[in-house]
């Protein structure tokens, strides 16, 4: 979506479609809320025009009660916390350090709890967490907030998608109302912009690499593991509900285990072990060490692998069920079981390489060899999860072609499953597998996936803690020095392993990337040959009066919620006529599960022009899509009719018109990009190859609409910039 100014002079939101995605943000603009908080006053759409409905009627909000929360921190186990609770079995043994004794084992240990503690419980569970976008979560959240607040440039690269009213921006934000100098710094710099933009996407893309990453992990027999990620992938359709209550038990009876060995361990081997959550044997470590101790980190950091899940899947639960879930199970069972390993390893340094497994008391072995496998299945699911919500943020905010999104609950919007994804992702991930044959690389590459996208989401952080939080300068730079400096750490040891197998998450960085800088960079060049092209209002009464009044009705869907773009003057001077009641039909998605029939349409009079409206069509996640049939047209003239009873002689002409025929016309654009002054090659290339590449294989929001094709005229036009 875009902000009335810009709407008002033509301004596109959507690329060739008819749907918007509306957000959480959007829905508390319009005063439409599903998330338990005190909506604000409800106000008029700000478009420019008055927009009005039959009648109003408030939606349902859904507020969390303790029991949903505990059982959704429940259903978190199987879903967020696979990966970062499988960790204990490959952290000691991606170790390499020859004659190990007492003090490398307690230095380990005191970093593991350190960075666990530090990494996962402070930052993600503690502050991250608070940084969501009305539920969701991700570096794309961090981003819509920051869109929220700040005043970007016209032209930067990732088109605005938020609804900006006063009311809403004075609710959710916690600034007193003058700027800081990092937001005027912010406003002011197109370079800054970008910047902050970029490094959003590449982090983002980061993610999506290190959801391909997990799964490979997670499995080390090469034709078995390709079996199992295939029918992994093919139970994602089900949705998180179902897939969470089939794998949370596994991973409660697996916490549950590892912390009961972890407990034999330490007081059968070695009971001072938790000693080590005094920092000073780091010191002992690295002294002893030196570097190959730093090597040693890239091991290390995979204990905290999966944490970035946490922030990443808090659109399909809530904050509270990931923190209780954290706080109460996963990071106490975590800490018993690695002190249980350093213990165990204390007494028996020659079983580092195999240190999960040799330290499981013998009676147990086959038992927990089951568990294990079962959990090392489910380790995969948080970060494709993850991966479908990241998708979903990103093709709202316009920076990723439209993908499929299936909504797999009715009563959690945040619960979603990309079918396209979810299959690319698996033969990403078979790839992996087969090509590294269950090797250390994937470790390798696994590790710098997460660091990156961890040191990113700290920069992003920092940003909305100066500009929204309106957090201390001070304490904002301690928090940004802090884990800037363990995380610059953990990367400068695990850069090294670049050519290892580091590479691999860098390669999928960049081919996503690639889709989403070509993919809003065409968007943005649309967008601006739509507001030098838009028809204006004097001009459109002219297109109007010169043309042949058909009698009937005309449905023309477009993306814009004010202005009239430029393919009706195009649709208008080849056809030569228009019918008597033209009606501008955008479609959008609200983030509620169904639309009440009284707010489904909203309609606006079109100046200028005799028997010309503007309408919304709002539609629930749930809600089917069809306009199929006289159920549509009916509802959309019955509102028309209310809307205009004052002027009697059009209300009339407006009930009749169906009886003279119905049609629906759908605009396709075409941009070209010719050899003209500052358009080189490289542009050309992104623009007449990648980008119409994308606009012809990803779907269009039109694809989910149910269109009586009988009645359907689609209108083509080169957008030649």
Same mark, same amino acid.
């Given at each position: 979506?875009?902000?009335?100014?810009?709407?008002?002079?033509?301004?596109?939101?959507?690329?060739?479609?008819?749907?918007?995605?509306?957000?959480?943000?959007?829905?508390?603009?319009?005063?439409?809320?599903?998330?338990?908080?005190?909506?604000?006053?409800?106000?008029?759409?700000?478009?420019?025009?008055?927009?009005?409905?039959?009648?109003?009627?408030?939606?349902?909000?859904?507020?969390?009660?303790?029991?949903?929360?505990?059982?959704?921190?429940?259903?978190?186990?199987?879903?967020?916390?696979?990966?970062?609770?499988?960790?204990?079995?490959?952290?000691?043994?991606?170790?390499?350090?020859?004659?190990?004794?007492?003090?490398?084992? /307690?230095?380990?240990?005191? /970093?593991?709890?350190?960075?666990?503690?530090?990494?996962?419980?402070?930052?993600?569970?503690?502050?991250?967490?608070?940084?969501?976008?009305?539920?969701?979560?991700?570096?794309?959240?961090?981003?819509?907030?920051?869109?929220?607040?700040?005043?970007?440039?016209?032209?930067?690269?990732?088109?605005?998608?938020?609804?900006?009213?006063?009311?809403?921006?004075?609710?959710?934000?916690?600034?007193?109302?003058?700027?800081?100098?990092?937001?005027?710094?912010?406003?002011?710099?197109?370079?800054?912009? !970008?910047?902050?933009?970029?490094?959003?996407?590449?982090?983002?893309?980061?993610?999506?690499?290190?959801?391909?990453?997990?799964?490979?992990?997670?499995?080390?027999?090469?034709?078995?593991?390709?079996?199992?990620?295939?029918?992994?992938?093919?139970?994602?359709?089900?949705?998180?509900?179902?897939?969470?209550?089939?794998?949370?038990? !596994?991973?409660?009876?697996?916490?549950?285990?590892?912390?009961?060995?972890?407990?034999?361990?330490?007081?059968?081997?070695?009971?001072?072990?938790?000693?080590?959550?005094?920092?000073?044997?780091?010191?002992?470590?690295?002294?002893?060490?030196?570097?190959?101790?730093?090597?040693?980190?890239?091991?290390?950091?995979?204990?905290?692998?999966?944490?970035?899940?946490?922030?990443?899947?808090?659109?399909?639960?809530?904050?509270?069920?990931?923190?209780?879930?954290? *706080?109460?199970?996963?990071?106490?069972?975590?800490?018993?079981?690695?002190?249980?390993?350093?213990?165990?390893?204390?007494?028996?340094?020659?079983?580092?390489?195999?240190?999960?497994?040799?330290?499981?008391?013998?009676?147990?072995?086959?038992?927990?060899?089951?568990?294990?496998?079962?959990?090392?299945?489910?380790?995969?699911?948080?970060?494709?999860?993850?991966?479908?919500?990241?998708?979903?943020?990103?093709?709202?905010?316009?920076?990723?072609?439209?993908?499929?999104?299936?909504?797999?609950?009715?009563?959690?919007?945040?619960?979603?499953?990309?079918?396209?994804?979810?299959?690319?992702?698996?033969?990403?991930?078979?790839?992996?597998?087969?090509?590294?044959?269950?090797?250390?690389?994937?470790?390798?590459?696994?590790?710098?996936?997460?660091?990156?996208?961890?040191?990113?989401?700290?920069?992003?952080?920092?940003?909305?803690?100066?500009?929204?939080?309106?957090?201390?300068?001070?304490?904002?730079?301690?928090?940004?020095?802090?884990?800037?400096?363990?995380?610059?750490?953990?990367?400068?040891?695990?850069?090294?392993?670049?050519?290892?197998?580091?590479?691999?998450?860098?390669?999928?960085?960049?081919?996503? /990337?690639?889709?989403?800088?070509?993919?809003?960079?065409?968007?943005?060049?649309?967008?601006?040959?739509?507001?030098?092209?838009?028809?204006?209002?004097?001009?459109?009464?002219?297109?109007?009066?010169?043309?042949?009044?058909?009698?009937?009705?005309?449905?023309?869907?477009?993306?814009?919620?004010?202005?009239?773009?430029?393919?009706?003057?195009?649709?208008?001077?080849?056809?030569?006529?228009?019918?008597?009641?033209?009606?501008?039909?955008?479609?959008?998605?609200?983030?509620?599960?169904?639309?009440?029939?009284?707010?489904?349409?909203?309609?606006?009079?079109?100046?200028?022009?005799?028997?010309?409206?503007?309408?919304?069509?709002?539609?629930?996640?749930?809600?089917?899509?069809?306009?199929?049939?006289?159920?549509?047209?009916?509802?959309?003239?019955?509102?028309?009719?209310?809307?205009?009873?004052?002027?009697?002689?059009?209300?009339?002409?407006?009930?009749?018109?169906?009886? *003279?025929?119905?049609?629906?016309? /759908?605009?396709?654009?075409?941009?070209?990009?010719?050899?003209?002054?500052?358009?080189?090659?490289?542009?050309?290339?992104?623009?007449?190859?990648?980008?119409?590449?994308?606009?012809?294989?990803?779907?269009?929001?039109?694809?989910?609409?149910?269109?009586?094709?009988?009645?359907?005229?689609?209108?083509?036009?080169?957008?030649? !910039?």
């Amino acid at each position: 979506m875009v902000p009335p100014a810009a709407a008002a002079a033509g301004g596109a939101v959507n690329d060739d479609d008819v749907i918007l995605e509306i957000t959480p943000s959007d829905a508390a603009a319009d005063g439409v809320w599903n998330n338990g908080d005190t909506p604000p006053p409800r106000r008029a759409f700000s478009f420019g025009q008055a927009y009005k409905t039959r009648h109003r009627e408030p939606q349902a909000r859904h507020v969390f009660t303790v029991w949903q929360t505990v059982l959704l921190g429940y259903q978190s186990l199987g879903i967020v916390y696979g990966d970062l609770g499988t960790s204990p079995l490959y952290v000691f043994p991606s170790v390499v350090l020859p004659n190990a004794d007492v003090t490398d084992f /307690l230095g380990i240990l005191s /970093l593991i709890i350190w960075t666990l503690t530090l990494m996962s419980l402070v930052k993600y569970a503690l502050i991250v967490l608070n940084a969501d976008d009305h539920g969701e979560g991700g570096t794309f959240a961090l981003y819509s907030l920051l869109r929220q607040h700040v005043n970007f440039k016209g032209n930067i690269p990732v088109p605005l998608t938020r609804l900006e009213s006063d009311v809403h921006l004075k609710f959710h934000s916690k600034r007193n109302g003058r700027p800081s100098r990092l937001q005027l710094l912010l406003e002011n710099s197109l370079k800054f912009q !970008i910047a902050l933009t970029v490094i959003v996407l590449i982090a983002t893309c980061m993610l999506i690499g290190d959801g391909a990453l997990t799964p490979a992990i997670s499995e080390h027999v090469v034709v078995l593991s390709s079996v199992i990620l295939v029918l992994l992938f093919l139970v994602q359709r089900f949705g998180t509900s179902r897939v969470s209550f089939t794998f949370s038990p !596994i991973m409660l009876v697996w916490f549950a285990s590892i912390a009961g060995i972890g407990v034999y361990n330490i007081v059968t081997y070695y009971p001072p072990v938790l000693k080590a959550v005094s920092p000073h044997y780091i010191y002992y470590y690295f002294a002893k060490n030196k570097r190959i101790g730093w090597e040693q980190l890239g091991a290390v950091i995979l204990c905290i692998t999966g944490a970035e899940a946490m922030f990443a899947d808090m659109g399909h639960f809530n904050k509270s069920s990931i923190q209780l879930a954290f *706080s109460t199970v996963v990071f106490p069972s975590l800490i018993l079981a690695y002190s249980g390993q350093a213990a165990y390893l204390i007494k028996n340094p020659g079983d580092l390489s195999t240190a999960f497994y040799s330290s499981i008391p013998a009676p147990l072995f086959w038992p927990m060899f089951v568990i294990a496998t079962l959990a090392a299945i489910v380790a995969s699911q948080s970060l494709i999860s993850a991966s479908f919500s990241i998708i979903r943020q990103s093709t709202a905010l316009g920076c990723f072609p439209r993908t499929t999104v299936m909504h797999t609950s009715d009563k959690y919007e945040g619960q979603v499953y990309c079918p396209e994804i979810n299959y690319f992702l698996m033969v990403v991930c078979i790839l992996i597998t087969v090509g590294f044959q269950g090797g250390p690389e994937i470790g390798r590459a696994f590790g710098v996936a997460v660091i990156w996208v961890m040191l990113l989401t700290t920069m992003l952080t920092t940003v909305v803690m100066m500009i929204i939080w309106e957090v201390n300068t001070f304490l904002a730079g301690v928090f940004f020095t802090v884990y800037a400096a363990i995380e610059g750490t953990y990367m400068s040891s695990l850069m090294n392993k670049v050519p290892q197998g580091g590479w691999v998450p860098f390669a999928i960085t960049a081919f996503f /990337l690639t889709i989403t800088l070509s993919w809003t960079y065409g968007r943005k060049r649309k967008r601006e040959y739509e507001l030098a092209h838009a028809v204006a209002g004097d001009e459109f009464a002219a297109i109007v009066s010169s043309s042949a009044r058909v009698p009937g009705i005309c449905f023309f869907l477009t993306d814009l919620m004010d202005g009239v773009p430029p393919i009706v003057r195009h649709y208008a001077g080849n056809t030569g006529s228009l019918r008597e009641i033209l009606l501008f039909v955008t479609f959008r998605t609200l983030p509620v599960r169904t639309v009440l029939a009284g707010e489904r349409l909203l309609v606006a009079k079109e100046s200028g022009a005799a028997g010309v409206y503007r309408c919304i069509v709002q539609y629930g996640y749930m809600d089917e899509r069809d306009i199929v049939g006289d159920a549509f047209v009916r509802a959309a003239v019955e509102t028309l009719r209310d809307f205009a009873a004052e002027t009697a002689g059009e209300a009339e002409m407006i009930g009749v018109a169906p009886a *003279s025929g119905v049609s629906y016309v /759908l605009g396709r654009t075409v941009l070209k990009m010719g050899k003209r002054r500052g358009n080189n090659w490289f542009k050309r290339f992104v623009i007449n190859e990648l980008y119409r590449f994308l606009q012809k294989n990803f779907r269009s929001n039109v694809s989910t609409l149910k269109i009586d094709h009988a009645k359907t005229l689609q209108v083509g036009m080169v957008y030649d !910039i």
